[in-house]
């Protein structure tokens, strides 16, 4: 499979609004996940503060959210379009929920795991790998992250 980067744009805008609806103090990273047939089957945001639960990232939203529309963990031929690289937490529900393929928008510099600091979605000794496509739509999803940041900073 090899993700197009018209599609890979068109489903990151999804993303994007997705990420509006972060609760606020919350960072703003929201993440879809897509069927086979392009169908929105899961949908997170952050909710870390909003939750008081480390696990709340919106990767792992968005992926609980489509096991229980579909009725399954495992999702083969989905696709996980999210603003912001995974960490490593992320990256292991990626790779647990054998998710087809991930796009993401933004480098996460401090704690990136498909790339930024560490791959460990693309690690050779893993079962399954998905198919990684970065940087879609890269300014437009940290121009959001850096507004929320500059937000914090002048509060």
């Known amino acids: 499979m090899n ?11 999804v993303a994007l609004e997705t990420a509006k609806r972060t609760p606020a103090g919350d960072v703003p990273v ?6 086979g047939a ?11 503060e909003a939750n008081c639960d480390p696990t709340a990232h919106a990767e792992v939203e ?8 579909l009725g399954t963990w495992r999702l083969d031929g989905c696709e996980l379009v999210v603003t912001l690289e995974p960490c490593t937490m ?10 087809s393929s991930l796009v993401f928008g ?20 893993h079962l399954h790998t998905p198919e990684v496509r970065a940087g879609v739509l ?3 999803a940290a121009k959001m992250l850096a507004e929320f ?7």
């Not at 933004?106 to 000794?125: C, M, N, Q």
């Not at 940041?149 to 509060?155: A, C, K, P, T, V």
């Open 106 to 125: 933004a480098w996460e510099p401090k704690t990136g795991a498909v790339g930024s600091v560490l791959d460990a979605i693309r690690d050779p000794r």
């Open 62 to 69: 968005a992926i609980r959210d489509a096991a229980r529309t």
């Open 149 to 155: 940041f500059e937000g914090l900073r002048s509060n």
């Open 138 to 140: 890269e300014a437009e």
């Open 90 to 99: 992320c990256a292991g529900a990626i790779l647990g929920a054998r998710v």
């Open 3 to 13: 993700v197009p980067l018209r599609r890979a744009e068109e489903r990151m805008r």
């Open 30 to 35: 929201g993440a879809v996940v897509f069927d």
């Open 38 to 48: 392009g169908v929105v089957v899961g949908r997170g945001v952050n909710r870390r």
